[in-house]
């Protein structure tokens, strides 16, 4: 017998004519089959029927092989089956029998129909005992064993099973109890961990009931973010999770605990049909944010996935050790691994023609291998062609996007606010020894019960102070309340927002002034240093996914079910494990939750964050990567800072020497602020003077008994604010009258804040104060990052050479280890090269980090800006940009030309971008304006504007302000478009200033909007939480759009490589980030290191590593091309 057919034969046609209600009908094969044999397999289908009605038995020479089915009616009868059987009935000699759902639950198995085949399988309310003994009577051909399902129906058994067949799975633990006495069991419950039989699973981890029915899965979140707690449960309409404060474990049932393995926020589901067969599918992992998704039929989103071998493995392991023919189960792919979570025993793929196919076939083929010969059938397996895939070319000068990398600045954010003060009490002593301050004479405390400890102690001193009256006390008493109003502040601890740090000087404090010496104590004291504020706030969050919504549009392609709106293409490429992307934020709370917000832009989630950091940030403290050690000031640096201090304290006006000595690249931000301030001590007298007036406005406000307890921005009142400004006040001008610069930051961050945030408290003269502080901060901020440009590039060489070490690996790693996730060619339509991927690396980081990288592109020496126009354009455009605000991106975009050689130079591309962030409140009229956004695509204005470039986006859609439901009908293809060289003058005003006449914004990618995000509701026309709009971001502006690869290359070489002690530091931090191997993920657990796709993969020694600069032939070559240098005896490759 060949393939079965798919049209009904003419002999079925007639079956139908001479029968009521048919079972399931055979099929016949061709439709030229002589008559005869047609008559006889009629006659065998009309037996069939009475013979189950008589219970004889036939000569088994002319009789079908039945297949029965036997399960609850909402299986047997449902979609997938029904599709299924049908096809099943098309071979020749086999015929199905559904069993009545009352005949399973009523009769005795006596009574039950026959069969030689038996599909059976445990739904809910299935008499499985039952299914049992039946085939014990009539020992059919088991396709899924029944006895196995008991074990199913059991997390602990499945984890058995899997374990004795060596398949990966979590780290896990069984907790039983007795639910006569739950209290007896052996689990201890602290903060951030459980310990289960002895076994510490750190947050997050997972907590599974032991009964596989029951789907009330717990995750716990560890309180550094956010604490609380995700339950998942069984899909109820579109929500199949929900976010919940609770943070402490059930305290009834039994469970297994296991550890929460840090996925990129999709499952992967596997169907087996057999050994040798596996369908799988991604869908978006229950976890992430709870939000279902649909597609316009309402039925969830899946997206077809390649299993790699090992997973095919795996996908067999699992098959035979059940025993089960169909059966489905759960992959993580996390760490380059893949782990098993679940196994539910016999399920189908939901509306996926192919695999019905596939599955009648394969069972089919099953059934008469095993059955066939017995009933005298002749029978030989049909041989398949496999299916060719069909993989598209590339045709005309397609650039293929392959690589995205972006270092983006935190959100906006409240005022960073710190409050130092010298104890000597031995209870914050004791503190200090208990956490082990004295290994380092240094220490930090974030978490929940060591604030709540610092906070014990501070309650008990001040109520051992109250009964004592002395001036020396109500100063310290003052700070004492102060300590305790921080603590106290929300309410409730969550590590994200306060930090105490506590430094041991072994001689007290040094003395101040020589009034203060008698009254100080000799010996020992440790100055604690709290530090509060700086969290972001819920504009900083709608920035940061609005840009992340924003930043989709970066991608190519969006076909299918997202076509309806912009971005699409990036979902796409996202679920099919193409995309492969990582997300690494330092370790501030600001920063993380920016990049949370940003992912859950990017990735169209819902919901809270918590889930989002968890499972999508990963956390790269890791040694200077993105966090800069502020206490560790570079000497040079230090000599900036104090001439930047000697400058500023002149009480005259700016001499010709002084543009000089302070500006000497010329940089007209720094002149046009030079030009506002004239004389700066005169400049910082009018700043203390306004400070003074606010402060003592907001003192009057406060004895309006109307405006006492009048809400601010944030939650914060009007105590708070004074205190704010009041300490700014008394630190600003020093005792010896000079005013302290190194504050004019804080004074402009605070009056950007108000004027922005609580604007509805119209205080006076707050927009003068912003302005001068304004012009002063402008001057001070960027030249603490050093005034020459050797400086300048000195500094940024101390805070950067990580992160440029790991954007080059990111660039050359992208053509070499394509098999990671490849997508199944068949699915692939549309898509231009499938199995290739695009790799995103986003990097959140604060201000230092972006200023140093922006000096190092700037100063760094990539190009040469009198023979390169396009540089020298983008050089003026940034020295006139006067501050990096909130959400300033660089963003660096690799392309891959498929026709030119892969040797060649042109084959791989290089773009650089740049946005300085959120607008101000007032700079519309003087923004500098660059040239737009021009990537590869944007020189072929001769051809049709339907290029799929981005400005086609931005006349589509003049403003990105268009609410998301509605369809925006984007035509996008895949790749970018290239033609002519570019960097010439004449291509470029081609390109930007034809389109003026449609209005400015034409290339603009990220149209200025200010859309309030759907979530938020705003409320009395103020915005929301009361007042307060949320400013829009500046569009990306291109500052060069034809750098080779290999020039990229040489130019990080060469930066990484000036500065030898600045190296030194560099490979010492980079050898001890090996000595952890599970930063993987902020909260990942340890894995085994395996080099295929893990985050860090160790090299044999064998293999140096990172040496000069490489060739281009080695750069696009598949070979493992690690950037290498004498690492002196360290071999490890950098993390992913």
Known sequence: MSEPCDGPGPGEERGRSQRDVPLFVVGCEDDEQDMGQMEAGMKNEMFREEEMEDDEDESPSERQIVVGICAMMKKSKSKPMTQILERLCKFDYIDVVIFPEEVILEEPVEKWPLCDCLISFHSKGFPLDKAVEYAKLR????????????????????????????????????????????????????????????????????????????????????????????????????????????????????????EFMPTDGTDVKVYTVGPDYAHAEARKSPALDGKVERDSEGKEIRYPVMLTAMEKLVARKVCLAFKQTVCGFDLLRANGHSFVCDVNGFSFVKNSMKYYDDCAKVLGNMVMRELAPQFHIPWSIPMEAEDIPIVPTTSGTMMELRCVIAIIRHGDRTPKQKMKMEVRHPLFFELFEKYGGYKTGKLKLKKPKQLQEVLDIARLLLVELGQHNDCEIEEKKSKLEQLKTVLEMYGHFSGINRKVQLTYLRNGQPKASSEEEDSKKDGPSLLLVLKWGGELTPAGRVQAEELGRAFRCMYPGGQGDYAGFPGCGLLRLHSTYRHDLKIYASDEGRVQMTAAAFAKGLLALEGELTPILVQMVKSANMNGLLDSDSDSLTDCQQKVKARLHEIMQKDQEFSQDDYLKLAPTGSPSLVNSMDVIENPVKTCDKVYALIQSLTSQIRKRLEDPKSSDLQLYHSETLELMLQRWSKLERDFRMKNGRYDISKIPDIYDCIKYDSQHNASLSLEDTLELFRLSRALADIVIPQEYGISKAEKLDIAQAYCVPLLKKIQLDLQRTHEDEAVNKLHPLYSRGVMSPGRHVRTRLYFTSESHVHSLLSIFRYGGLLDEEKDQQWKQAMDYLSAVTELNYMTQIVIMLYEDNNKDPSSEERFHVELHFSPGVKGCEDEENVPLGFGFRPASSENQDKKPNQGSLEDLSQDQPDQALPVSEPINIQRRSPMIRNRKTGSMEVLSETSPTHSSKGCTSHRLFQSCSRQSPEIKPTSGLGFEGCSMVPSIYPLETLHNSLSLKQVDKFLNAVCESSSEVHAKTMKALSSLFDSQSQTSLYSPQQPLSSSGSETSLRPPSQPLWHGSIPSSAVSSAGPSSPITDASGLNFSFTE
């Open 139 to 258: 020992n059919p051909l088991l396709i899924n064993d029944l006895n196995m399902q008991y074990f199913i129906q059991d997390r602990r058994e499945v984890y058995r099973i899997l374990q004795e067949e060596g398949i990966d799975l979590p780290r896990y633990g069984v907790l039983n109890r007795d639910p006569d006495n739950p209290e007896e069991c052996n689990l201890v419950e602290g903060e951030d961990h459980v310990e289960v039989n002895g076994e510490v699973f750190p947050k997050p981890f997972v907590e599974k009931p032991v009964c596989a029915e029951d789907h009330n899965v717990y995750i716990y979140y560890p309180t550094s973010a956010g604490g609380g707690s995700q339950r998942l449960f069984r899909k109820i309409g579109s929500r199949s999770s929900v976010y919940s404060p609770e943070s402490s474990v059930r305290k009834t049932g039994s469970y297994i605990y296991e």
